[in-house]
């Protein structure tokens, strides 16, 4: 990261990948992992369990009106980009669950005034 803008980008990101963890702990899933990183293929902003279902979860944080909705930041290639990153996540953590797979997003908004808006939609892919 090399300005200014990458660490306000950076610390952002952080901070809504830290809600959004939250949230789906709340939520009754057990987080398992953060920021898992496999190779250049890419990374999961969070990895959890909710009952026997492996979540797969992205992470969208915008600052309120400046951007698109987070919950748009899925594309189809996205998409795909996360489904081979969670193949890839179940062969190094020994095979997949009994319930399968699902990819959720988690949009975080945060307004200039007042508390962060969190979104969280499943099995967006």
Request: proline share 5%; hydrophobic share 40%; charged share 25%.
């Amino acid at each position: 990261m090399s300005t200014n803008t990458d660490l306000a980008r950076g610390a952002l990101g952080r901070y809504g990948e830290d809600l959004a963890a939250r949230r789906l702990a709340e939520a009754g899933m057990t987080v398992l992992e953060r920021n898992w990183r496999c190779g250049r293929t890419g990374e999961i902003d969070i990895v959890a369990r909710d009952g026997d279902v492996l979540v797969v979860c992205e992470v969208k944080t915008r600052r309120g009106g400046r951007f698109q909705h987070p919950m748009a930041a899925v594309t189809p290639e996205k998409a795909e980009r996360l489904r081979v990153l969670a193949a890839r996540w179940i062969q190094a953590h020994g095979g997949a669950p009994p319930g399968g797979v699902r990819i959720d997003l988690v949009g975080v908004v945060l307004p200039g005034r007042g508390a962060p808006v969190l979104e969280h939609a499943r099995g967006v892919a």
